[in-house]
């Protein structure tokens, strides 16, 4: 773990996750013990009003649809149901997005200083890796380490001729 500026600590890779129990917007209850029981979990941290969230989410859904078999895939919000509901709409997303309300208990036990945050968490409950903000290097990490998971070759998740920028902080 490593700690911020104002002395918040941050998960990091090789750190234990902490766990959660949360409901999506529709009020079903998500526990990550449960999920990761399952397989790795990836769990994507966001706010609807955020740009690079809007920017990252589509290729978080474009993992899901590669890998969404062989792991689970989580966004938590830190907006309310109606507004989540939205932004997933509007942005493609298809996986259960959780919602982080009464003071942002789960977002704060990860020691979020931006969003996105971006963490893929092994069944062992270990961070695997940690990305914050666009991460492109990152993002094909977590897709590296799915494919491990899967048994088969990475698969691109960006595409020939998509302008995409190694990072756009958060």
């Known amino acids: 773990m490593s700690k911020s500026r104002d002395g918040k600590v941050t998960i990091q890779?090789?750190?234990k996750a902490p766990l959660f129990n949360l409901r999506d917007a529709a009020g079903s209850e998500?526990?990550?013990a449960e999920e990761l029981r399952k397989?790795?979990?990836v769990v994507a941290f966001?706010?609807?009003s955020c740009p690079v969230c809007q920017?990252?989410?589509p290729f978080l859904e474009r993992m899901f649809k590669m890998y969404g078999e062989n792991a689970t895939?989580?966004?938590i919000s830190q907006d309310d149901a109606l507004d989540t509901r939205e932004f997933c709409q509007e942005y493609g997303v298809t996986f259960p997005a959780l919602i982080d309300d009464k003071g942002y208990t789960v977002s704060?036990?990860?020691g979020l200083t931006n969003v996105p945050s971006v963490f893929l968490i092994g069944a062992d409950g270990i961070v695997k890796v940690t990305s914050i903000g666009f991460d492109k290097e990152?993002?094909?990490a977590i897709s590296a380490e799915l494919a491990a998971v899967a048994k088969r070759p990475a698969a691109a998740l960006f595409r020939t001729g998509e302008i995409v920028p190694s990072y756009k902080p958060g």
């Open 13 to 15: 890779a090789r750190d």
């Open 30 to 32: 998500y526990s990550l």
């Open 39 to 41: 397989g790795p979990v």
């Open 46 to 48: 966001f706010k609807i």
């Open 55 to 57: 920017f990252t989410f």
């Open 73 to 75: 895939f989580l966004a």
């Open 108 to 110: 704060n036990n990860y």
């Open 138 to 140: 990152k993002l094909e």
